[in-house]
């Protein structure tokens, strides 16, 4: 192992492998925190983040607390403690030592503190303690169902409500149609989605698309494309390879899908590319503008009957079909490599991505597209 090759391809930015020997032979080196630092690299989006995360254990409790910060509003507070569960999530071996944490970017003063406690006992009882909560409980409880953001869930919270039975039950509450279908459907929403269903559904919405227009390409994106085995739903990008096809193929598959009795709820919104970036826009939504559809689809399954179903004779029991929730999304092909990349995920990584471009490379990354930011500033100036 030369400390100097490192040094070398950190400098050019080129990927370096490192295995945890190679780790072992660095601790070994005198200049040890100055190579180890170098080799965690300060944005997300530089660092190779795997699967099996070896330091679940502190990840959860700095999510936990990341979770509750964001419930009481402090955003900035909720990103530190993410930034710390991202850098831990990349290393290739647990932690076993505070001093470790000090080679280690992104790391603030109460993230360590809950490292640290776990530690030495074990666990955080700071985490214990914000889990206890009934606020984060019942902030979790009510953002877990679909169409319910931060504030509508703490407005909720303010007003006394407490279980998805208040909100069943309350005769003033005004629901959405989204957050109506949200609780109606909460408890299959909130079962993981496995990799088979999400092929399954991809196949269905391939299958009907093809039919209105041969050689529609479908992607399975978000958390699947990563290689998650689970997730909480399905994304799914549609485009074709002649740019403009595509148009007006969305609502042609839904309605097929519809009158197959495989939806159980949808919302389209059309493309607001055009509008958002003409000149008079006032939007500073950091969504992307593609054709979409926020759906729940009915997705068969194996019936439980022989199992639960032989205890229990009730209609949930013998069910034979699942709610899903199926993210559709539309994309000219000229724009596809960059939807695909945002859409990929995950949020953290989009999210240093788009940080990265921005502080380094002075460029502007988002789902539509790449640019730079200094060219287009000249050709405006140009113009
Ligand atoms: N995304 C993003 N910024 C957000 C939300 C989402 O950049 N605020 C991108 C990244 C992932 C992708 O959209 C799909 O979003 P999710 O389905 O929420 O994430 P996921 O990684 O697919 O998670 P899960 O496996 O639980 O569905
Ligand atoms: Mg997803």
């Known amino acids: 192992l030369h400390i ?147 504030k509508t869930a703490n407005r909720w919270y303010q007003e006394g409500l407490r279980s998805l039975g208040d909100l069943r039950n309350s005769q003033k509450l005004k629901l959405s149609k989204q957050q109506e279908a949200g609780l109606q459907h909460y408890e299959d929403l909130n079962m993981p989605v496995s990799r088979a269903e999400a092929d399954l559904i991809a196949k269905m919405v391939e299958e009907v698309a093809h039919s209105f227009l041969p050689g529609t390409i479908i992607t399975l994106a978000g958390g699947f494309r990563r290689g998650k085995l689970s997730g909480h739903d399905v994304d799914i990008l549609i485009t074709h390879a002649q740019e403009g096809r595509e148009e007006g193929l969305l609502s042609k598959v839904i309605g097929q899908l519809q009158s197959q009795g495989l939806i159980l709820y949808h919302d389209l919104k059309r493309n607001s590319y055009h509008d958002a970036f003409s000149p008079d826009s006032k939007s500073t939504s950091n969504m992307d503008h593609f054709e979409r559809s926020f759906s729940i689809f009915r997705l068969k399954v194996a019936s439980h009957i022989g199992d639960i179903g032989a205890r229990d004779h009730s209609p949930e029991s013998s069910k034979d079909w699942k709610a899903v929730r199926v993210d559709l999304v539309v994309t000219p092909i000229s724009q596809y490599p960059y939807a695909l990349l945002g859409w990929t995920g995950s949020k953290h990584f989009e999210r240093e991505l788009r940080r990265f471009s921005c502080n380094e490379k002075k460029m502007v990354l988002n789902s539509h597209a790449l640019y730079d930011t200094v060219e287009v500033q000249v050709a405006i100036s140009q113009s």
């Open 4 to 150: 100097s090759w490192f040094t070398e391809c950190m400098a050019a930015r080129e990927p370096v492998k490192i295995e945890p020997r190679h780790l072992l032979e660095v601790q070994m080196h005198s200049d040890v925190d100055v190579v180890v630092a170098s080799l965690v690299p300060a944005y997300g989006c530089q660092r190779r983040t795997p699967l099996t995360n070896k330091n679940c254990i502190f990840t959860d409790a700095l999510e936990t607390l990341s979770k509750e910060a964001s419930f009481c509003g402090s955003d900035g507070r909720s990103l530190a403690f993410i930034r710390a569960a991202s850098v831990l999530r990349s290393l290739p071996s647990t932690l076993t030592t505070i001093e470790e944490l000090n080679r280690l970017p992104g790391f603030g003063e109460h993230s360590k503190r809950v490292v640290q406690e776990i530690l030495e006992d074990g666990f955080s009882a700071e985490v214990e303690r914000v889990t206890q909560k009934e606020k984060y409980q019942t902030m979790k409880l009510f953002t877990n169902i679909f169409g319910v953001g931060m």
